[in-house]
């Protein structure tokens, strides 16, 4: 059983939700990326998605196109994307990382490189925002048969066919993009979310986290209740670019107060949505 | 708008030119991508739908668009004769409009009331606002901050014809990044908008739709180069940035034996200087902006900044129908440098009273090249892509002028 599969059913047992924070590696700076991701483990995460910059991110919003050039700017790459995997790895045997990025770089390094590499650093998963399932046969299988979990979008647009087209390329679980739009809007609606992740988890069969627009703990909570994962990208990056010098620790407080709002709801304490 | 008669049929059903092409976007937009491929094929076999094309083509745009025989020029290179294609004669200055036109009537039958776009230099910027000032849509352009700055007068046209334009600070504030500005927008605004792409690149079905529109290029060169000289071209000869006009000479002759095309890129500084714009000539494979293509880009597969003094040019991608051109070697691509191009922009004007833009410039750099090289019987077709009127600066600045 894959490191993600063994989290969500530990938490499942527990009848607790998956927090899952994003940071861009290599941002504020590379050698501050292994002390937050030990300070997002340290606050609650229960998977990290790590972001792999990329020079053309077009599905995100600025907050993250901010993050991603200043990364770059600083020389972070994938290679050393998964050298900073690897170091995490020394001190930590089991929280997942989930790679997110754009196709580029894993084509430029070859996708059969990439995965070995990847797996061999300790990397769990990968989500390529450009590599729809139909762009990915092989790519999937490769990742599969690597070790890595390939993990998918779906989107407010998607229909039902597009359901079966995730659940057939994809494990480890579903990222529901909770809205039109780019990564960091806040259009957030709880309800259209609330109607949707049923019908969804029930067609693709696999865990279904929920990302885009999830802000504080009172979203958080609200998304909670209806998702088995709830993921927060720009929120944390913003609160890293606005703390230069606290980085860490804003972030690990951060964590642990959506944390603490996630498990009021396993003790029935969440306000109802 | 298929050509039935060759066997070329390309892209597959998926959108793929062998490995190139395809669809590689955000899962947001796979629906609004179905959705536009459907609504495209509709149009395709409408014969209502062609009609409105062709007449817009010739009373809004002026096609078709003459083939002018530069005597003087060829008769000084003393080898092959040189023809061109009038592009620039068209309405608005450039091939761009016959791409916008056919997207615009698509989008009106999809009931979408607004348009957006990505511009460059700004010409497609100015077709599409053009088009949707035709139409009544409301029209959003991205421009990358630093060409808003190179292109003050372009901007000012846009701004006359009721488009909104939005300088896009991220990246390298240049057409790449205006293109991904162009998707965001799309992405949050799926539903009632529809993203106007400016050449054969993107995701299917855009690349084919895109060289369908522009086909009607070489569609009209077919049949007036025997009328006017009693055979087809021995070369065929196009700049290439996205690709759009060379794509929509190329295409109808790609069937056509004995024609041999030649795609020119922006060589810059020199292609050894590293500051130039030749996807094809200098680039590795690789997925951008929804395809998979030649990119010039770093060795961890960052996508790396370009030049050209032609902004039309100054693109890190291109086509994918042009990627699988050049490794099935049905067609040729070289580059030209700046020097080059600014050379044989004096030269059109002087010698044939055209002022050439920068873009089309290289094509015609490319053809003084080989013209010299061939008989005086021989035949080079030059897609002269857009007139220069929105480079007077850019020339002046570099001879030392300012106005
Ligand atoms: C006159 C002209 N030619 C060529 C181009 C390059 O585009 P494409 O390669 O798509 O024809 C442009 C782009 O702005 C242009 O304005």
């Known amino acids: ?273 | 708008m298929q050509m039935a008669d060759t066997p070329y049929q390309f892209p597959d059903a998926s959108g793929h030119f062998g490995p190139y092409g395809g669809i590689f976007v955000a899962e947001t937009l796979m629906p609004a991508l179905a959705e536009l491929r459907e609504a495209y094929a509709a149009c395709q076999n409408d014969p209502e739908f062609i009609a409105e094309f062709e007449y817009e083509l010739k009373h809004y745009v002026g096609r078709p668009s003459p083939i002018y025989h530069a005597r003087r020029w060829s008769e000084i290179l003393g080898g092959a004769q040189i023809y061109l294609k009038r592009e620039d004669l068209n309405h608005t200055g450039a091939h761009k409009v016959n791409n916008c036109i056919g997207q615009a009537m698509v989008a009106r039958r999809m009931g979408k009331p607004r348009v957006i776009a990505e511009t460059g230099a700004g010409q497609h910027g100015v077709a599409t606002a053009t088009v949707a000032a035709r139409y009544g849509m409301e029209c959003v352009v991205y421009m990358g901050s630093e060409d808003v700055k190179r292109q003050a007068a372009n901007v000012y046209r846009m701004k006359l014809l009721g488009a909104t334009v939005v300088p896009v600070e991220s990246g390298s504030k240049t057409l790449k990044d205006a293109l991904n500005e162009a998707m965001r927008d799309w992405v949050t605004n799926v539903a009632d908008t529809f993203y106007i792409i400016g050449t054969v690149a993107g995701p299917h079905p855009y690349p084919m739709m895109v060289r369908d529109f522009q086909s009607v290029i070489g569609k009209e060169c077919l049949e007036q180069m025997p009328d006017m000289v009693g055979r087809q071209p021995d070369y065929v000869l196009a700049c290439v940035g996205g690709g759009s006009n060379a794509m929509g000479i190329f295409h109808p002759y790609i069937g056509v034996p004995g024609v041999k095309l030649v795609g020119v890129e922006a060589a810059g500084d020199g292609l050894d200087t590293g500051r130039h714009s030749a996807s094809l000539t200098a680039g590795r494979p690789g997925v951008l902006h929804g395809n998979r293509t030649y990119l010039l880009q770093d060795e961890d597969g960052q996508i790396i900044e370009t030049h050209s003094v032609s902004a039309g040019l100054d693109y890190p991608g291109v086509g994918p129908e042009h990627a699988w051109l050049k490794d099935t070697a049905r067609a040729e691509y070289v580059g030209i440098t700046d020097a080059e191009a600014l050379e044989a922009f004096h030269k059109l004007c002087r010698l044939e009273g055209i002022i050439p833009a920068l873009e089309s410039s290289h094509a015609l750099a490319y053809a003084a090249k080989l013209a010299p090289t061939l008989p005086k019987d021989k035949i080079l077709l030059v897609n002269l892509s857009g007139r220069g009127d929105k480079d007077m600066h850019t020339v002046a600045e570099r001879s030392g002028l300012q106005f």
């Open chain 1, 1 to 273: 059983m894959s490191r993600i599969q063994t989290v969500f059913q530990r938490l499942q047992a527990d009848g607790r939700k998956a927090l899952i924070p994003f940071v861009t590696a290599g941002f504020p700076a590379p050698e501050l990326t292994l002390p937050l991701m030990n300070a997002l483990v340290e606050g609650g995460a229960d998977i990290v998605e790590l972001g792999v910059p990329f020079s053309d991110p077009m599905a995100d919003g600025p907050t993250i196109q901010r993050a991603s050039e200043r990364a770059l700017a600083q020389g972070m790459s994938l290679r050393k994307v998964l050298e900073t995997v690897r170091a995490f790895r020394a001190t930590n045997a089991d929280t997942p990382v989930v790679l997110m990025g754009y196709a580029n770089p894993i084509e430029a390094m070859g996708q059969e490189r990439f995965v070995a590499a990847a797996h061999e650093a300790g990397v769990d998963g990968v989500l390529v925002v450009d590599y729809p399932p139909e762009e990915c046969v092989s790519f999937a299988a490769t990742a599969k048969a690597g070790g890595l979990d390939p993990i998918f979008l779906l989107a407010p647009t998607s229909g039902e066919q597009r359901f079966a087209d995730v659940a057939r390329a994809g494990s480890g679980y579903i990222y529901y993009v909770s809205l039109k739009g780019v990564t960091g809007s806040a259009k957030l609606d709880v309800d259209e979310v609330a109607r949707r992740i049923p019908e969804i988890r029930a067609a693709v069969g696999m865990p279904v986290g929920v990302g885009f627009g999830i802000r504080d703990a009172d979203s958080a909570q609200r998304i909670g209740a209806v998702a088995d994962a709830v993921v927060i990208g720009s929120r944390i990056i913003e609160e890293i670019e606005t703390n230069p010098g606290e980085e860490v620790a804003r972030v690990r407080d951060f964590m642990r107060s959506i944390r603490a709002a996630l498990d009021a709801l396993a003790a029935g304490k969440g306000a109802q949505a």
